[in-house]
């Protein structure tokens, strides 16, 4: 009777042990990218991980609204803006973390440590190779000028991925020229603004306009499925600045009830292997430079980064909100 008291005091022990080693993520990011993921990291350390997959904005008002008695250790969502607004509103913790600090360059992480870039994506420029010309392209600000008139297509400002373009330009250029830029991209379209990247593109090889901007892995992801189209991929301003970068990321939530299983895994995240199943999955670029991109993302060639801090994203969207609002950018 000895023995099976003993060895049921064991197995609970080891259940408990199992059930405080779990780590809970709300996760904006689709579960078919990141359970594959999540089941890497159970197999080679035990730890399970349990995730909860919803918009970045109802998973932060879930975690206001469930404030310590969150089961989140983790919040895991795309673009620095949404991380920012997290980290802003009180629902991130600070970590320090050689491991992070060593795989996650500077301008992709919260200079604070409270969330990390994960996977790098850029958005440039996009152009139809039977009316535009490579050499006919340059920079971001060049689409304001009126040679550009009646040729040129954008996503809508409502989607956060241009509201972190028109922040980092603000960052860059201060808000009266960011302003003019944007007022000279208005004056230029073909056409009303699209409502996601996909359309804008296929827009452009239709010939309904001739360049735009978008995220590299909506090209990507178009051209596996149709090869044959006339779409080029242009590096936005490589004499100047460097093409403009954003990260999807992660953080340890302010009330974690697993702070160091969230940042074990959160340092796994951004180590070699996850890093190439992260990325690749989404046709993304790894946040670790020493992890090489998939071969059909490294065959868009090389380009240089613009390195303001991703964290201006954030920290500048308000303004670059109402700076698209005034200048009839919908």
Known sequence: MKKFALAAVALSTLTALAHAEAVTVYTARNE???????????????VEVRFVTDKEGPLMERLKAEGKNTPADMLMTVDAGNLWQAAHEGLLKPVASKTLDANVPAHLRDPKGQWYGLSVRARTMFYNTQKVKPADLSTYENLADPKWKGRLCLRTSKKVYNQSLVATMIAEHGAARTEKIVRGWVANLATAPFPDDTRMLEAIAAGQCDVGIANTYYYGRLMEKQPRLPLGLFWANQKTSGTHVNVSGAGVTAHA????????????????????????????????????PDPAVAAWGDFKHNYVNVSKA??????AVKLMDRAGYR
């Open 32 to 46: 078919q990218l990141i359970k594959p993921l999540f089941d890497a990291y159970t197999r080679e350390t035990g």
């Open 257 to 292: 009830k697993n702070e160091k299983g969230a940042l074990k895994l959160l340092e796994w995240l951004s180590g070699p292997q996850a890093q190439n199943l992260y990325a690749d999955k989404n046709m993304e670029y790894p946040v670790n430079p020493k992890v090489k």
């Open 314 to 319: 954030g920290e500048l969207q308000a303004e």
